[in-house]
């Protein structure tokens, strides 16, 4: 079974700093993607960056990248120039790359910009 | 694209009542899934449509829970003789058929608490 830790319950950031979000998977499977989601206070879930397994380009979208360490089963998010918009909880979720596609979430991180 | 949508926002009942939910897909998706939201966790999956058709359950639905989508189009999630520890987000989402088939796109969630 596909298991996702985010192991880091909270962090705080200056804005304008940047802050790395760690995430860590297992599974025996090499086709797969995963995902960062940002989920607001109150707010939906809204994609944030995605990443290929079979690619081993780091995906970025505008101040967001990701660290993808395939062989160590890493995921982590660095959010540049941060903004007090980014203040959100943090979901890095896994879903096979055959079958229902069913994502697998971590419990999150709290991200707080601060002003 | 509208977004996903869900209905209602909150709903608070009192244990042993019946509760139905419902989440309208983006219009093209013909993937929807369904997952529960407890506090300090991740979601975690519940069921999954491809069209009208349930292809999947996960063990934490149990036979309380029920999940249709008649034609293909909206889904309704209904919770019989609830229970105090069926509190919790309920979020949808769908996927399309073509392109990044693994994004999946979610719902603002439908949050319920049970007296």
């Known amino acids: 079974a596909q298991t996702v830790t985010q192991s880091q319950p909270e962090m705080s950031v200056q804005e304008a700093e940047t802050v790395t979000l760690s995430c860590t998977y297992d599974t025996s499977e090499n086709n797969y993607y995963l995902f960062w989601y940002k989920q607001p206070p109150s707010r939906q879930m809204i994609l944030v960056i995605r990443?290929?397994?079979?690619?081993?380009q780091n995906a970025t979208e505008n101040r967001f990248s990701v660290n993808f360490q395939k062989a160590a089963k890493s995921f982590s998010l660095k959010i540049s120039d941060s903004q007090l918009g980014d203040t959100a909880m943090y979901f890095c979720?896994?879903?096979?790359?055959?079958?229902?596609?069913?994502?697998?979430f971590g419990t999150g991180t709290r991200l707080k910009v601060l002003a | 694209d509208t977004g996903v949508s869900q209905d209602p926002r909150h709903k608070i009942t009192k244990r042993g009542q019946n509760v139905t939910f419902r989440c309208d897909p983006i219009?093209?998706?013909?993937?929807l899934y369904w997952y529960r939201q407890t506090l300090g966790q991740g979601p975690e999956f519940l069921t999954y449509f491809q069209n009208e058709a349930q292809l999947e359950k996960s063990r934490l639905l149990s036979d309380r829970f029920s999940a249709e989508r008649p034609k293909g189009s909206f889904s309704t999630l209904e919770i019989q003789r609830t229970e105090q520890g069926d509190s919790a987000m309920y979020l949808c989402?769908?996927?399309?058929?073509?392109?990044?088939?693994?994004?999946?796109?979610f719902g603002p969630g439908t949050r319920l608490t049970v007296l």
């Open positions: 990443q290929e397994a079979y690619k081993q």
């Open positions: 219009s093209e998706h013909n993937r």
């Open positions: 989402a769908s996927r399309r058929l073509a392109g990044h088939t693994d994004t999946q796109y």
């Open positions: 979720a896994f879903v096979l790359g055959s079958g229902t596609y069913k994502y697998i």
